[in-house]
């Protein structure tokens, strides 16, 4: 094996394994606050269904790239192709799309009661489900047809006239099939992307009017900086900035392996690699800005305390 070919196996390993125990450590950080007793959000729903989608795309891409990196084991049937590609495709556009739905439901909660968006406020929890629902059912119908050209890489038909996937190969299509087919792959990131962009724009004009609202009734010892707005404003700012720019690499290089008859190499890992990382990426950014796992871990070192100074008491 190549020392090109090991490190790019490494990275898919890496991406694999951190993306899971991420994903694994912010499902266990739900199930604590649901028996603990804590105040459940309308938005658990949505990081619930993003974990199943995060996991999918890293079990579904992550393990068999790795696979075939390092020679361990091949996919033979064209079932077993068909499947996994469908499972990886629905799982990032669910993923998208659950990123994109979280930040149109918080620029609607955090919207002022005197804004257009105050008749939502009250109907939004309601539709959280039916929204989720209509994702999932959107995303399988949209790529149903992406894994019918999807073949295993070793089987027993004509390999000449085929596009290499790594683990699994497809045929070739005309050059107006393949723009059509290119189009609809990109249409619902470039929506999702659309959205989220502008909820975060909005969510961060919102922010700024009400700090400079309520600027006069604060304490004029206290730093502008460290103002609660401006920290909502950071967070809001680092999240969309990291989902944006690895959703819009992923796109652009998912497109070019659409286009392209023949894919290299490097085109077909650096896609891969970039369409892990946000799986692998987003529960790490979601815990770190969550306030609940910080509530979470100061509760616990105070029980952990506790008995100890009650002894030395």
Not at 16 to 41: A, E, Y
Not at 209 to 224: A, C, E, S
Not at 294 to 313: C, D, E, G, Q
Request: with cysteine; net charge positive.
């Amino acid at each position: 094996m190549a020392s090109i070919d090991l490190t790019i196996g490494v990275i898919f390993l890496m991406q694999t394994v951190v993306g899971v125990l991420g994903n694994f450590s912010l499902l266990c950080h739900h199930i604590i606050l649901h028996f603990t007793g804590s105040r459940l959000r309308s938005t658990d729903l949505i990081l619930k269904h993003l974990i199943v989608a995060n996991s999918l795309v890293l079990l579904c891409k992550g393990v068999p790239q790795t696979m075939a990196v390092f020679g361990w084991k091949h996919i033979h049937s064209d079932f077993g192709c068909k499947l996994l590609f469908f499972l990886h495709r629905v799982g990032r556009g669910v993923s998208i799309g659950s990123i994109c739905l979280l930040s149109v439901f918080q620029v609607i909660m955090i919207s002022p009661w005197n804004s257009r968006c105050a008749v939502l406020k009250v109907k939004a929890p309601k539709y959280i489900v039916p929204s989720i629902f209509l994702c999932w059912i959107l995303q399988m119908l949209v790529n149903f047809i992406f894994p019918l050209h999807i073949n295993g890489k070793w089987n027993d038909k004509n390999n000449t006239n085929k596009k290499d996937f790594g683990y699994c190969s497809s045929t070739h299509h005309d050059k107006i099939q393949q723009s059509l087919s290119a189009a609809l792959l990109t249409l619902p990131d470039v929506l999702c992307l659309g959205l989220m962009l502008w909820a975060s724009s909005f969510m961060v004009f919102i922010l700024y009017r009400h700090k400079h609202r309520v600027q006069h009734i604060r304490r004029t010892d206290t730093p502008t900086k460290f103002s609660p707005e401006s920290r909502a404003t950071k967070t809001i700012l680092l999240l969309v900035s990291t989902f944006v720019y690895f959703y819009t690499l992923s796109s652009i290089f998912q497109l070019m392996m659409a286009l392209f008859d023949y894919p290299s190499w490097f085109l077909v890992n650096i896609t891969v690699i970039l369409a892990l990382c946000v799986p692998t990426v987003s529960p790490f950014l979601l815990m770190s800005c969550d306030c609940n796992v910080h509530r979470l871990y100061f509760a616990w070192i105070r029980n952990t305390k506790s008995p100890t100074i009650m002894r030395n008491v």
